[in-house]
């Protein structure tokens, strides 16, 4: 069973960047799949953000994606969320993802973390 | 960008009773909608894609249905460990993938 685990810092300053990795257990990232990442708050529901292949080509949320970077880390077996110029409405639990389908992008989300909560807070 | 709406927001269902949650899209995502399940305080957990294919591991009561803008998620005989969130997304028409609000499914 595929495991992934959310890590970074909690509370983020405004107009600062949040940064958080995602550790991947029984699958390696190379293995050919993309993966995502998910934001939850009580406002805005689920939304995705991003998501990332292994050989590093991204998409984009286009209401966020000027302000986001993915990147992932083979070795470490990780992969990585940049969100700049963060504001209080970034407030949210972020889950990162394995993504499946039948692929050209038609991808629903088959494993999940279990989410971090990332204040934006002065 | 699609929008995906979920009613009712509520569901009050007694165990051993039958379920029926919606999800409509604003416009048609064929049958690329999958519907997953939030207990407090865990992550998401897939239950159906392609409208009505069970995710491995997913008991038989769980069933999808629907196509193009309307879809149902049937739970049978409703368990425990049954209640919780549900959302709907679709990934037929993207970026960006989009999800419902959720129904939240109590016990009654």
């Known amino acids: 069973q595929v495991q992934l685990q959310e890590s970074g810092p909690a509370l983020v300053k405004p107009s600062e960047t949040l940064s958080l990795a995602c550790a991947v257990s029984?699958?390696?990232?190379?293995?050919?799949?993309?993966w995502g990442w998910i934001r939850q708050s009580p406002g805005k529901g689920l939304e995705w953000i991003g998501s990332i292949y292994s050989s590093g080509s991204t998409y984009f949320n286009p209401s966020l994606k000027s302000r986001v970077t993915l990147s992932v880390e083979l070795a470490k077996n990780q992969f990585s969320l940049k969100l700049s110029s963060v504001t209080a409405a970034d407030t949210a639990v972020y889950h990162c993802?394995?993504?499946?389908?039948?692929?050209?992008?038609?991808?629903?989300?088959?494993?999940w973390g279990q989410g971090t909560l990332v204040t934006v807070s002065s | 960008e699609i929008v995906m709406t979920q009613s009712p927001a509520t569901l009050s269902v007694s165990p051993g009773e039958r379920a029926t949650l919606s999800c409509r899209a604003s416009q048609s995502v064929s049958s690329n909608l999958a519907w997953y399940q939030q207990r407090p305080g865990q992550a998401p957990r897939l239950l159906i894609y392609g409208a009505s294919t069970r995710a491995t591991g997913i008991p038989a009561r769980f069933s999808g249905s629907g196509s193009g803008i309307q879809f149902t998620l049937t739970i049978s005989s409703l368990q425990s460990e049954d209640f919780a969130v549900y959302f709907c997304?679709?990934?037929?028409?993207?970026?960006?993938?989009?999800f419902g609000q959720g129904t939240k499914l109590e016990i009654k």
């Open positions: 993802a394995k993504m499946s389908g039948g692929g050209s992008g038609s991808y629903y989300f088959d494993y």
């Open positions: 997304q679709q990934y037929d028409n993207w970026p960006p993938y989009t």
């Open positions: 029984n699958q390696y990232i190379s293995s050919g799949y993309y």
